[in-house]
């Protein structure tokens, strides 16, 4: 018997046999020349792009639009020139289309995969994804994986189009070796509720685990191998007990979340595009604290048009009507870097030019994205959020930003919300130092839990060596979350968190007590935050315990 930690996709249990997939392998072999090599690459290119069209029709049946709209993504970058402009450079050297084809797709996903940010990290997987579709059509090799029974799938990674063919009832399980919990076929596993885990240290996928029993703790973040079978007969009664608990959830579905002594508390989810909102009202999510806004502009070649926006914008903010959708601006900078945008190279790229400091600088890129928010704040319960604030002039340059794009709105005849709430993101000691001033001039407040910390703690969040340090319930991180509150509701404006660590087992009675007025998660952790705060009575929270 074998053990594996992992991180979480989405929660749950598996007990059964593995099924192997794994990715087409290519060697560096010569080719046919740079004319006819690439002629190859433009055809299987074209069968590429007619593939996802079909992927596309056949998750719009299943799933819907919004979830669709992830093979238009991968459309755009099969199409996409700087991918193109890579492949010919690889072709130079004389190999084959598959060779230059997967080289490329290497070399564009490491830039994804050198970020910081978990969800851009994961664009890498999506980049590499589109590489190997196209590969499979050079090498004719393109009727996919197969699983004839109800299986637990091993892989480093999926590609979505794989995990779409696949029937439902036969999937008990997923294991991303290499994958993480932001990739497009992760987002696609939430949506279909799959028990699911990520990223394993210390194995290999290969043939040898085809047809293994395996055990997914997708509660704890385990993975056993050849489990005994008192360990199959525990985990066979804690799926039953899953279950059952999970049913007993519904019954929290419609109803306010109540602390036992009757404190309100809202639960909005988390989302990184568009397609995830209908996710949200599924579990009942009241409302969206973060949509993230970047990955617009990290998905697209060049700026992306106040036009494409909108409809993205428009898109989340219609479903999600009347509950409230806070899209957050630009978050470029640091581990986020963007061709286009042509950012200098940094030592501290954590502390440099990032988020509202390039908005300052650089006022069109702004003003762009805010006359897309006013437009689409027509359709729905529209708020702006902005983040790394740390002075009041960045509050005048946001608002005197929005007047003029709201004036330029109406000169255009454009219908827009006059009343549009703007408030920002309080992640910097700065922020939360300053909140008492920062309360009399935005609308809310959203705490950002990660870099709150960061920066607290001057410690390197994803610094693997300082991992035991980094404590976001440390008494200078509550503290400073206390202060914000206080202020918040002394000017008699709202405060949020938003982060995983809004469901932190012992600091939730912390939130709730202090009165935070929204927790923000991943949408599937709704009605169970619902549910934990409900057996929550303030009276009995002493605050000396946590700050």
Known sequence: MRSYKANRVFEGYALGKLAVYSAIKVEKTVGLGKE?????????REETVHALDTSYAEALEKLGEKEAALFETHKLMAEDLDFEDAVNAELE????AEYAVQSAGEQLAAIFASMDDAYMKERANDVREVANRIVSFLKKDVKGFEVKEPSIIICDDLPSSELMKIERKLILGIVFVKGGSNSHVSILTRMLEIPSLCGIDGLTVDGTLEGMDAVLDAKKGDLILEPEAQVVADYAKRQKDYEEEKEKLLAFKGKPTLSKDGKKTEIYSNIASSFEAENALRNDSEGIGLFRSEFL????????SEEEQFEHYKRVVEEMNPRQVIIRTLDIGADKKIDYFDLPDEENPALGFRSIRICMARPQIF????QALYRASYYGNLAIMVPMIISLNEVDFIKETAAQ???????????????????????TPSAAVLSDLFAAQVDFFSIGTND??????ALDRVNPNLKEQFDPRH??????????????HKAGIPVGICGELARDEILLPFFVKIGIDELSVSPAYTL????????????EVRLEEFI
């Not at 050297?93 to 084959?96: I, K, M, N």
């Not at 502009?297 to 992306?304: I, K, N, Q, T």
């Not at 709150?452 to 703690?457: A, I, K, N």
């Open 367 to 370: 003003l762009t994205q805010l």
């Open 528 to 539: 169970q935050l619902r549910k934990r705060i409900s057996e929550i009575d303030t009276r």
């Open 452 to 457: 709150l910390t960061q920066y607290t703690l």
């Open 405 to 427: 794009a709201r004036a330029n709105l109406k000169a255009r005849g454009i219908p827009f919300k006059e009343d549009v709430k703007i408030g920002i993101m309080v992640e």
């Open 36 to 44: 006819k090599e690439f002629e190859r690459f433009c055809h299987a």
């Open 93 to 96: 050297g004389g190999v084959t």
């Open 297 to 304: 502009y990290l998905e697209a070649s060049d700026y992306p």
């Open 475 to 488: 008494k200078s991180v509550t503290r400073l979350i206390k202060l914000v509150a206080d202020n918040a």
